[in-house]
């Protein structure tokens, strides 16, 4: 009896078990097919980001970036300061270099939010 009820509480959880796999097998499936839809960023031929940031000397309130355009064509840079800020943008020519700054208020967060556009590959 004993027997008989491990083997059912075994084939049960078996049963449970192969249904949550299967379950997060097929809620994976839609999320690969949309990654390869279209590039986040601009890429160039080689499959690499066209734009880079790097952060230069700056105090507390004065970020300073070098926006750097490392592909042919040219990309333009968005940017703002904080959640709070309206976005800027910055147009960025071909295998070019510029400068951007960021004010932001005194009791604001410290963080840069930035893309670079338009999406696609190739240069």
């Known amino acids: 009896m004993a027997l008989a009820l491990m083997l059912i509480t075994t084939k049960r959880r078996s049963g449970i078990t192969g ?7 097929m809620a994976s499936a839609p999320v690969r097919a949309q990654t390869a839809a279209m590039p986040t960023e601009p890429l160039d031929a080689a499959g690499k980001p066209c734009g880079a940031l790097r952060a230069l000397p700056a105090d507390v309130t004065h970020y300073r970036y070098e926006v750097a355009n490392r592909c042919e064509r040219p990309v333009t840079f968005f940017w703002r300061c904080s959640a709070s800020d309206t976005e800027h943008s910055l147009d960025v020519p071909g295998k070019a270099t510029q400068s951007a700054t960021c004010v932001k208020a005194t009791a604001a967060a410290g963080e840069i939010v930035f893309r670079f556009d338009p999406p696609g590959t190739g240069n």
């Open 19 to 25: 249904m949550l796999v299967l379950l997060a097998v």
